[in-house]
């Protein structure tokens, strides 16, 4: 059973647009979520997060958004930009920090940013 | 460099053969995570290390095991490898109250 859920395997948008991602969870215990990028032969890297407290998190280009009746996030990068194009994975948490914590990851989104 | 660092980087080897993959953390991270990353199938957690101590166990084969060691370097050993365990291999760690993970960059494990 997959609790943490990217529906769109791969996502492709044009320079200067912008470029929504988009994940869906079920377990309602989940109160932290971050989103992280991978390009290939690298490990993924830390890009934003959100706690389940807040409905929005913005970072630069970046902006995370938390339906929590809905049990969806989604992330909007604008401007896209060619560099930003690689896999994105949502990640979820229900506990924050700790000596317990684990993070659950959806199978990752591979967006595409055309010049 | 994320400061988490994963040996050997790529790694081939047959079919019944037994490998150990290892990792060193961020220097002060007494958490170690391991993910195995198959084609189309995300990142899957393995298992999980707390300070020396086994803290979960996601979906971790009979045929693999971990340790963490006093320095908190940790090593995940594969045996009887089959030909579906080629994956990328990710290690993570952690500081105590971060809310994320610190990845390493990974080991390719390909089994032939």
């Known amino acids: 059973d997959q609790q943490v859920k990217q529906n769109s395997p791969s996502l492709s948008v044009q320079e200067g647009r912008i470029s929504i991602l988009n994940c869906d969870y079920t377990n309602s215990m989940f109160d932290y979520f971050l989103w992280y990028k991978k390009y290939p032969a690298e490990g993924p890297t830390f890009l934003i997060s959100?706690?389940?407290?807040?409905d929005k998190n913005e970072d630069g280009r970046f902006t995370v958004f938390l339906n929590k009746s809905a049990k969806h996030l989604s992330l909007h990068i604008v401007p896209s930009q060619p560099g930003d194009s690689a896999v994105y994975f949502c990640a979820a948490s229900e506990e924050s920090g700790g000596s317990n914590y684990k993070l659950t990851f959806g199978k990752g989104t591979l967006l595409t940013v055309n010049p | 460099d994320s400061g988490v660092t994963q040996t050997p980087k790529h790694l081939i080897t047959a079919t019944g053969q037994r490998v150990t993959l290892r990792c060193s953390p961020r220097?002060?991270?007494?958490?170690v995570y391991w993910y195995q990353q198959s084609l189309d199938q995300g990142l899957q957690f393995l298992i999980h290390?707390?300070?020396?101590?086994?803290?979960a166990k996601g979906n971790i084969l009979e045929r693999f095991s971990a340790q963490q060691f006093p320095d908190l370097h940790s090593e995940l050993n594969l045996s009887s490898l089959e030909l579906g365990d080629s994956a990328l291999y990710f290690c993570?760690?952690?500081?105590?109250?971060?809310?994320?993970?610190?990845f390493g960059s990974g080991t390719r494990l390909t089994v032939v």
């Open positions: 959100i706690s389940s407290i807040k």
């Open positions: 993570a760690s952690k500081a105590v109250f971060d809310y994320g993970y610190t």
């Open positions: 220097s002060g991270d007494l958490s």
């Open positions: 290390y707390y300070n020396g101590e086994e803290r």
